[in-house]
């Protein structure tokens, strides 16, 4: 069901649940300060409880209603990023609702860059905790009408038309003393945070760990998340990618298949969505086309990965988990 801007604030003051655009993917948006609306969220995302929540604000000047503290590494950050699709975890206030810090005792915060999620925050006076407007493991949102294929129509959903970055913010915890981790890649890559921090990096890089081939987790994440309904094929290299493809046919499987960059002399003879060779267009059509193929009702989705390089990151990390090797 779709809602104004006006029904969406007043659904929200009410205790509602309502799904908003942001510049990422569309969010599962309650009061933040509402544990009955919260507990809501949860359920209708069959989310299981002790993931965290992050609190949308308009102004990074609300950080202090709800972190201790907001050390000068994250005040740089802040300037720097938002309104954007950076998340920052910081040490919570003792009053912030344990149902939105899945008992942790941070809170994460970000000011959305998206133009009707601010004028939401902002005329309403509200902050929003929101969770992707998702099921629990299936894939995010980015336009108003997978919300509702995803929701079912019942839900009330804000329309702000399709989300330009496409992922989910990166996440960075900075703790009192000013430490700061990584702790989810994003469009806002670990190198442009740390030139910003300048100082106290506490992990190892997440380029290093990606190229590795490990999966890194963040607190309360599931390796197999951001999943498609049908099976999904990750390849490494095209030739891997059109050797799986036979072996299909060959079976009598049917299947459909996604490509980053050039497909010249690619005859598969198959649906095929086709992306450009850019990261950031890659990542904002990456979940529409990932929920394209799911509808095409094939017995397998081929996917193509990006190669292991940083500016790659974000969008090899949602592939991993989207897939399997
Ligand atoms: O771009 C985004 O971040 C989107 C839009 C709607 O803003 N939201 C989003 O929410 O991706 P969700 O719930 O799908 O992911 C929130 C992530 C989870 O991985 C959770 O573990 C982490 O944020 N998180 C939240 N609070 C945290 C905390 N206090 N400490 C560590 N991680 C936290
Ligand atoms: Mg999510």
Redesign the pocket.
């Known amino acids: 069901m779709r809602v104004s801007l006006e029904q969406a604030i007043a659904e929200l003051k009410n205790g509602g649940v309502v799904a ?1 655009p ?7 948006a309650a009061d933040a300060t509402n544990d009955s609306a919260l507990k809501k969220v949860f359920e209708i995302k069959q ?1 299981p409880a002790d ?4 609190v ?1 604000i308009g102004d990074m000047n609300q950080v202090s209603d709800w972190a201790t503290t907001f050390p000068e590494v994250a005040i740089k950050l802040a300037e720097a990023f938002w309104p954007g ?1 950076l ?1 920052l ?1 910081l040490p ?1 206030q003792p009053h912030v609702s344990r149902v ?3 008992d ?5 915060l ?1 000011v ?1 860059n998206h133009p009707v999620a601010l004028a939401l925050l902002k005329q309403g006076n509200l902050s929003v905790a ?5 099921l629990f493991t299936q894939l ?1 949102p980015t336009t108003a009408a997978h919300v509702e294929a995803g929701l079912g129509e019942s839900i009330p959903v804000l329309d702000g038309g399709p989300c330009n ?1 496409g ?3 990166t ?1 960075v ?1 900075v703790s009192a003393n000013g430490q700061w981790q990584l ?2 890649p ?1 469009m806002i890559s670990e190198e442009e945070i740390a030139k910003v921090a300048t100082t106290h990096h506490q992990a190892p890089s997440l380029a290093s760990a990606v190229a590795n081939q490990i999966v890194p987790k ?4 599931h390796a197999l998340h951001y999943s498609p309904r049908t099976p999904l094929m990750l390849f490494k290299d095209r030739l891997s990618l059109i050797q799986e493809s036979k072996a299909l046919q060959a079976m009598g499987l049917s299947f459909a298949i996604m490509l980053i960059g050039d497909s010249d002399n690619v005859e598969l003879n198959c649906q095929t969505i086709n992306l450009p060779n850019s990261p950031d267009k890659v990542a904002e059509l990456l979940y529409s086309s990932l929920h394209d193929l799911d509808t095409m009702k094939v017995d397998r989705l081929l996917v193509e990965l990006p190669p292991v390089l940083p500016e790659w990151l974000a969008v090899l990390d949602r592939l991993s988990r989207a897939g399997y090797r």
């Open positions: 908003i942001t510049e990422t993917v569309y969010g599962l989310r993931h965290p929540l992050i949308h699709p998340t975890v919570a939105v810090r899945g942790e005792p941070t809170v994460a970000r959305p929101a969770p992707s407007a998702n995010s970055v992922i989910e913010s996440i915890s702790l989810r994003g963040v607190p309360g994440q």
